[in-house]
Structures are given as structure tokens and as C-alpha cells.
């Protein structure tokens, strides 16, 4: 599951960066994107940390 995430994650990123050199950053659509990144880097945050607690 984690890499899928990640790989989801860095293909949002190169689509997120692409858009955002092409339309103004406060564009909706570059927006939208950004906050899926921010929400799919939570999510994997949240993955990583219950692994590293369940480790101990």
C-alpha cells in the first residue's frame, strides 16, 4: 500500500509542478492539486507513524 501511495504522490507532485509553471498558482485547478497532495502526504504520514509506534 505504501508504494502505491508514493508513487500517487509523486506523480501528483510532477503534475502539480507542471501545472503550476503553465497557470497563476492561485489557479483553481492548481489548487485542487495541491490540497490532494496535501491530503495524500498526510495519509502517508499517517501510515509511517502508526508502523513506527507498532514497531515499539
Known amino acids: 500500500m505504501e508504494e ?4 500517487k ?10 501545472n503550476g509553471t503553465t497557470y497563476c498558482l492561485t489557479d483553481a485547478r492548481v489548487v485542487a492539486m495541491s490540497q ?3 491530503r495524500l502526504l498526510n ?3 499517517r501510515i509511517v507513524s502508526n508502523e513506527q ?3 515499539w
Open 36 to 38: 490532494e497532495l496535501d
Open 43 to 45: 495519509e502517508y504520514q
Open 9 to 18: 504522490i509523486e506523480a501528483l507532485r510532477k503534475s502539480l509542478y507542471q
Open 53 to 55: 509506534l507498532s514497531f
Open 4 to 7: 502505491k501511495l508514493l508513487r
